[in-house]
């Protein structure tokens, strides 16, 4: 691999991580050069890295070639619970087996485990599931919409009972029974529907504190 690309790489993988931690907040200008700095490198890689972030729409375009943070609405943050729960939905029509889950990891008994944690774990159910599925799109298209989740659910510790739900509901899947799961997270998804303006709320003020 040339080297530009070996740092293009690096680059990509080091801002997406910033961006996913919340380093970044809402609507905040992307700042080429800045970056370069940052990262000590030229402004190119740091320009190939914002573009594939752009591609998985993690990163907004602005006006005359620039790039900044896609804001923060709660229209945004409806839709992107709403498609997740979609994704959820059509992966489960057409699964044929559960056994590949894992069990719920242990932290999720601590009922004051890590947003951050929790925010992880989240992705890694759904995800789980979505690779049970015949279709590949689904698995795909849930990793995208959960990477554009996770500042959310970095920030739902306004759902009440938010690990216990999500063990609760990953035990479900474990059992294998179709129609309790897609019950069971269809109730998971109507929860943050229902509260979504707390969460984005959670996760504005959560930007500014960083």
Request: some cysteine.
């Given at each position: 691999?040339?080297?530009?690309?070996?740092?293009?790489?690096?680059?990509?993988?080091?801002?997406?991580?910033?961006?996913?931690?919340?380093?970044?907040?809402?609507?905040?200008?992307?700042?080429?050069?800045?970056?370069?700095?940052?990262?000590?490198?030229?402004?190119?890689?740091?320009?190939?890295?914002?573009?594939?972030?752009?591609?998985?729409?993690?990163?907004?375009?602005?006006?005359?070639?620039?790039?900044?943070?896609?804001?923060?609405?709660?229209?945004?943050?409806?839709?992107?619970?709403?498609?997740?729960?979609?994704?959820?939905?059509?992966?489960?029509?057409?699964?044929?087996?559960?056994?590949?889950?894992?069990?719920?990891?242990?932290f999720l008994?601590?009922?004051?485990?890590?947003?951050?944690?929790?925010?992880?774990?989240?992705?890694?159910?759904?995800?789980?599931?979505?690779?049970?599925?015949?279709?590949?799109?689904?698995?795909?298209?849930?990793?995208?919409?959960?990477?554009?989740?996770?500042?959310?659910?970095?920030?739902?510790?306004?759902?009440?009972?938010?690990?216990?739900?999500l063990r609760e509901v990953?035990?479900?899947?474990?059992?294998?029974?179709?129609?309790?799961?897609?019950?069971?997270?269809?109730?998971?998804?109507?929860?943050?529907?229902?509260?979504?303006?707390?969460?984005?709320?959670?996760?504005?003020?959560?930007?500014?504190?960083?």
């Amino acid at each position: 691999m040339a080297p530009e690309t070996v740092i293009a790489d690096r680059v990509y993988r080091e801002l997406k991580l910033l961006i996913l931690r919340g380093d970044q907040p809402p609507a905040a200008p992307l700042v080429v050069l800045a970056l370069a700095e940052r990262f000590g490198t030229s402004i190119a890689p740091v320009r190939d890295a914002l573009h594939r972030l752009v591609g998985e729409r993690l990163v907004a375009m602005q006006g005359g070639g620039g790039f900044a943070m896609p804001p923060l609405t709660r229209q945004r943050a409806y839709n992107l619970y709403s498609w997740h729960g979609d994704i959820l939905e059509a992966a489960l029509k057409v699964m044929v087996k559960f056994e590949r889950i894992e069990p719920p990891p242990a932290f999720l008994d601590d009922e004051i485990a890590e947003p951050e944690r929790i925010a992880a774990a989240s992705a890694d159910l759904f995800t789980q599931i979505c690779a049970c599925s015949p279709n590949d799109e689904h698995l795909d298209a849930v990793s995208i919409v959960g990477e554009r989740l996770h500042t959310l659910r970095r920030c739902e510790s306004v759902v009440n009972r938010q690990a216990e739900e999500l063990r609760e509901v990953w035990t479900i899947v474990c059992e294998g029974n179709r129609r309790a799961t897609r019950t069971a997270i269809s109730h998971y998804h109507k929860r943050r529907l229902a509260r979504v303006d707390q969460i984005v709320s959670a996760a504005l003020l959560a930007s500014i504190a960083d």
